[in-house]
């Protein structure tokens, strides 16, 4: 058993790596200046681990490096041309899933999804785009979501609950109706 005063160290792409225990992987990584790709992980909300962008090799295993904690003496890999393919086929399918055309939207430059295509070098997509026309909801006073863009990260639920200790936002349906919704203008499940 490790003492809360003892470091936990790992291997991390050929680099040892020390953390305090309970640390997660993503977090020990980013304290070393080792970058690990991710879309719905923040700082200060809970670890959800949905988007699987940061999904790592622990041992031989994957898991997701924003809610693995560290262990000693694990070999964990990152920084693979495999996980970076698996990494590349979640970018093209949530591109083509929703309408996210850089060229056209007022993010570009500074949008993470679009960060994340570049730094993985992925310059087209293979899939056909669904194009789907999704409704955009402007039924609260406050906030607009537009379902055509929402990757479905839960960072709005997860820091409306987490930070603002409130039920603001929520998911609605499920499978492909499945949607962010608003207190007040959806039934929240």
Request: with cysteine; glycine share 8%.
């Amino acid at each position: 058993m490790i003492r809360k005063d003892e470091k936990v160290v790992f291997n991390l792409d050929g680099k040892t790596i020390e953390a305090d225990p309970g640390t997660t992987i993503l977090q020990a990584a980013d304290a070393a200046g080792v970058y690990i790709p991710r879309l719905c992980y923040m700082d200060g909300i809970e670890a959800f681990g949905g988007c699987r962008l940061c999904t790592v090799t622990v041992n031989g295993r994957p898991a997701a490096a924003c809610t693995q904690p560290c262990a000693p003496d694990t070999v964990v890999q990152s920084d693979t041309e495999e996980l970076n393919a698996q990494r590349r086929m979640v970018l093209e399918m949530l591109f083509v899933e929703g309408n996210h055309f850089c060229m056209a939207c007022e993010k570009s430059g500074n949008c993470e999804l679009q960060a994340q295509a570049y730094r993985l070098g992925l310059d087209a997509a293979r899939f056909d785009f669904l194009e789907p026309q999704r409704p955009v909801d402007a039924s609260h006073p406050d906030v607009m979501i537009d379902h055509n863009r929402c990757i479905q990260c839960h960072r709005c639920v997860r820091a409306s609950r987490d930070v603002d200790g409130k039920a603001i936002f929520g998911f609605v349906g499920r499978g492909g109706e499945k949607h962010v919704g608003i207190s007040g203008s959806d039934r929240l499940s």
